[in-house]
């Protein structure tokens, strides 16, 4: 049973497709104008075993993520330039050509990352149609109207406005600052469509009933999210940071042109800090993958670090941590490349432990209660630090890793190299052993076993493995 945080309801809840076995998420993606950060590599993770947690339980997955290459004003309240277009003057380049360069970067760090890849990715600027066609919907249905900068949304129209975020209108009416667009009804009024500055020609502008210009940031996400996965769909993700506005207006434009609920359920991850301060560029700490690389760490240490901390909690990076995560992420990798040399062995003996069904058990509980990697992950060092055959730890951890994502079916089984004396031991061992002579072959395992050998028995033979301690 399949439990998630519910920011719209502000409960944990027993998850249920809307629509038979299939699960239709959406996720906010990024504004493409510049290189992602750790914070992004922390936000997508949480996407990403959703995905596998929802595959595990049987379900088929509809993943959209959209890439923001227009619209993103510099201030969230439709203000200020667009982020795309300022970038592209300062680098002396088109706007696509900086969306193209910053995406690619993207997806190559997710990959890196073992991130699952979206069933569906779709760009701004190519739904440009989508979005006049919802807000015309909106301005037939009486939710829109137009000032001289642009069309905008009439919050006031849809009441349940703040639902998600807990910004109700009157909130928001009370608290709001001088606003520089006296034109809007309310402070809360967001723009569905933007006109071209009249005495500036921007690079990306379209063709609207109500004039050239682009879509405001929010429709995109609305109008891109129905067209693939219908208007009312199960999961929506992104940041904190994208609960209010984005999220809020996401849900005001959607439910007011269609009259349904739009998503069942909003799923946020916390703020990632760097040190326990805030990433800030005049602090110096957006740290790029490449910055991990650069200093020796694999991104599969980095996924480890954020698998300690649950997605609804702030994750703190820190130097130490990550070192501290690539040492532990190296043991594991050690004991998979041992427990990759055992044969599986049948399934009597599998029987005789329960306990490892109990940890798998265990396992899939934790993830099932919200995405509990760290709670999982203490579950692994259990398992691996268990008298179970390294057989059943290896078929375990397997599976495990359908969820974690940390690349164990990769790992190459161990090869031991065996040196001159020890390999007389081990045919001085064999010869015992074909004259029955009990005692010597035990002496001889023994004497092996002070050199740092296991030596095991099977109907292949001896079978010899390196003693390893790994605690
Ligand atoms: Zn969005």
Redesign the pocket.
């Known amino acids: 049973m399949l439990k998630l945080y519910n920011t719209l309801t502000r409960k944990k809840q027993i998850f249920k497709p809307l629509k038979n076995n299939l699960v239709r998420i959406y996720s906010?993606g990024p504004t493409v104008y510049d290189y992602d950060h750790l914070g992004h590599a922390w936000r997508y993770l949480s996407d990403d075993i959703l995905r596998r947690v929802l595959e595990y339980n049987g379900y088929k997955v509809k993943h959209v993520m959209?890439i923001t290459d227009v619209g993103h004003l510099t201030s969230d309240s439709d203000t200020g330039e667009d982020k795309m277009e300022k970038t592209a003057q300062e680098q002396k380049k088109t706007a696509h050509e900086i969306a193209d360069y910053y995406t690619k970067i993207f997806f190559e760090h997710r990959k890196k990352m073992k991130m699952l890849v979206p069933n569906i990715i779709c760009k701004a600027s190519g739904h440009i149609k989508e979005m006049i066609d919802l807000i015309k919907i909106l301005e037939k249905k009486g939710y829109a109207y137009k000032t001289s900068d642009g069309i905008y949304f009439n919050v006031k129209k849809f009441p349940k406005y703040g639902k998600l975020s807990g910004n109700t209108l009157d909130k928001l009416k009370a608290g709001a600052r001088i606003e520089i667009n006296k034109e809007k009804k309310h402070p809360a009024d967001f723009a569905l469509w933007k006109f071209s500055p009249k005495n500036k020609k921007r690079q990306m502008e379209w063709l609207s009933p109500w004039g050239i210009g682009f879509p405001g940031w929010h429709l995109e996400?609305s109008a891109m999210s129905m067209k693939y996965l219908g208007s009312s769909f199960d999961i929506h993700t992104?940041g904190e940071d994208?609960i209010f506005p984005?999220h809020e207006c996401?849900i005001a434009q959607s439910e007011a042109a269609t009259g349904k609920k739009f998503v069942n359920f909003w799923l946020h991850a916390r703020f990632l800090t760097i040190e326990n301060q805030k990433m800030s560029k005049s602090l110096k700490n957006f740290y790029r993958l490449e910055d991990i690389e650069k200093k020796g760490f694999a991104p599969m240490a980095l996924r480890y670090l954020f698998l300690t901390s649950h997605y609804s909690s702030k994750m703190n990076f820190t130097w130490q941590g990550l070192e501290a995560s690539q040492n532990v992420l190296n043991k594991l990798y050690e004991a998979m490349a041992d427990y990759k040399k055992a044969k599986r062995i049948c399934f009597e003996s599998e029987k005789k432990f329960p306990r490892a069904k109990i940890m798998e058990n265990k396992f899939f509980e934790a993830v099932n209660d919200d995405l509990n990697t760290p709670k999982a992950l203490g579950i692994v060092w259990n398992l691996i630090k268990s008298d179970c055959p390294d057989s059943i730890k290896k078929s375990c951890l397997l599976k495990f890793d359908k969820i974690l994502g940390l690349g164990l079916d990769k790992i190459k089984p161990r090869k031991i190299k065996i040196s001159a004396p020890i390999k007389k031991l081990l045919q001085e061992r064999e010869k015992a052993r074909k004259e029955k002579n009990w005692q010597k072959s035990d002496e001889i395992r023994n004497n092996l076993k002070e050199n740092g050998y296991l030596v095991e028995d099977s109907l292949q033979g001896q079978k010899i493995s390196k003693i390893k301690k790994l605690f």
């Open positions: 906010c959209n996400c992104g994208n984005h996401e």
